[in-house]
């Protein structure tokens, strides 16, 4: 797309190839690689990377996160800073060629919380809400609220951000939103 067609501050490096939506911002020192995917209104903290990951639209990227090759984030979600996606289960420095990188997917309007942490090939549910600090080795159900270290259930979440009482009601939500 057109660079006219988003803004990239001065100092935001975007390689060629790298496919950015219309209406998104990308802000100071971000580095946007060839193969990258970012939707349509989204926005790019200060100090973010992007490598071959695909963002959805309406997506906000908090200062000083990186999104590696198999990061998958979906519409409308939320990564606080400095929260942490990794792509390799091994790695190691000493070893040669290309590890293998394992896809991680965060579903439609969850949030991820500041300095969390999402170990590869985990996938947050839609509307899940991740604490910050917290790290997320196993997958999260839609609208769950995780916390600790390891990460654990500990309520549920409206898509709206508001937390619900245990047990949620039927049909799931908090009633002050509109569905």
Not at 164 to 179: K, M, N, S, V
Request: glycine letters at 12%.
């Amino acid at each position: 797309m057109s660079e006219s067609r988003y803004y990239a501050h001065h100092t935001a490096v975007v390689d060629a190839g790298a496919e950015i939506g219309e209406g998104t911002k990308v802000w100071h020192f971000v580095h946007v690689m060839p193969g990258a995917r970012i939707g349509r209104d989204c926005v790019l903290g200060q100090g973010c990377f992007v490598g071959s990951a695909r963002v959805g639209d309406r997506v906000r990227v908090q200062n000083h996160v990186s999104l590696f090759d198999g990061v998958e984030l979906e519409d409308d979600v939320f990564c606080g800073p400095s929260c942490v996606f990794t792509n390799v289960k091994k790695p190691r420095a000493q070893t040669r060629g290309a590890r293998p990188f394992v896809s991680t997917r965060v579903r439609r309007g969850a949030t991820i919380g500041a300095n969390a942490t999402l170990i590869c090939g985990v996938e947050v549910g839609a509307y899940a809400f991740v604490a910050a600090g917290a790290v997320v080795s196993r997958d999260v159900p839609p609208h769950a609220l995780v916390a600790g270290v390891p990460a654990r259930p500990i309520g549920w979440m409206c898509a709206c951000g508001e937390r619900l009482p245990e047990p949620p009601p039927e049909p799931f939500g908090c009633g002050q939103c509109a569905p």
